[in-house]
């Protein structure tokens, strides 16, 4: 069974249509790309799925239900990275992930018992006592990650999470996007940076004038279009 399905989607603001009939099936322990240039709908894709927009037309459905049905569930088991940073740049690094601990509704020693290993994987053990103001970029993007992992989500979905680093940074959230998906969790990305989804995704999906117009591996992809021609 699917882990997510949108069957027949659309979202539109007023009389602006943003996606239009969009089928897709994401599968359990993937890193999904859904890939399109800005302002093609990712990030309202991505909504969606969490639940904090409501489709106009279909449905999405979570293990088989409808996500309205399990909202609940979707905050236990959704762990959301935005394109923006989320975090407070006054707190540190411990304060903020014990802060997005309490509003996934985890108990205090839940909460330090998660933050412990959450602080290894995104290998900011050595700064929790930071502002997290005073990191770098790439460590404020981790921190983000971390502020979504400390539930320990079965799901994981971050927008555009490469977006406005260098290369060096660039592979270093790559690698760490890896090492979660390898303990058995769900990632699901945007992006428009074709490097980066060739590098790291099972799957993608290509956003184009409102719908979905392609979805596949890199390497079925690849075989639909001849040598001579790119992908813009």
Not at 17 to 35: Q, R, S
Not at 124 to 141: I, N, P
Not at 159 to 176: A, Q, V
Not at 200 to 217: E, P, Q, R
């Amino acid at each position: 069974m699917a882990l997510i399905e949108l069957k027949g989607v659309m979202k539109r603001f007023g009389h602006q249509v943003i996606l239009d009939n969009v089928d897709l099936t994401i599968p359990e322990n993937d890193i999904f790309g859904i890939i399109g240039i800005n302002g093609s709908g990712k990030t309202t894709l991505l909504r969606l799925l969490v639940g904090f927009y409501k489709p106009n037309k279909g449905d999405i459905l979570y293990k088989g239900t409808p996500i309205n049905k399990v909202l609940n569930t979707l905050k236990q088991d959704f762990g959301f990275t935005t394109q923006e940073n989320s975090f407070y740049g006054k707190l540190t690094v411990e304060e903020n992930i014990r802060y997005f601990g309490s509003l996934y509704g985890l108990n205090k020693a839940r909460i330090e018992e998660n933050m412990h290993h959450i602080l290894v994987l995104v290998e900011l053990e050595h700064s929790k006592d930071v502002l997290a103001e005073h990191l770098s970029g790439g460590m404020q993007r981790r921190l983000d990650m971390a502020c979504s992992l400390i539930h320990d989500p079965k799901v994981l979905i971050l927008d555009e999470p490469t977006e406005d680093l260098d290369p060096l940074l660039r592979r270093e959230i790559i690698r760490l996007i890896k090492k979660i998906n390898g303990l058995g969790t769900t990632v699901i990305l945007t992006s428009h940076l074709l490097d980066d989804v060739e590098t790291i995704c099972d799957n993608v999906a290509i956003l184009h004038n409102n719908a979905v117009v392609k979805v596949g591996s890199i390497k079925e992809l690849k075989q639909l279009y001849r040598k001579k021609e790119e992908i813009h």
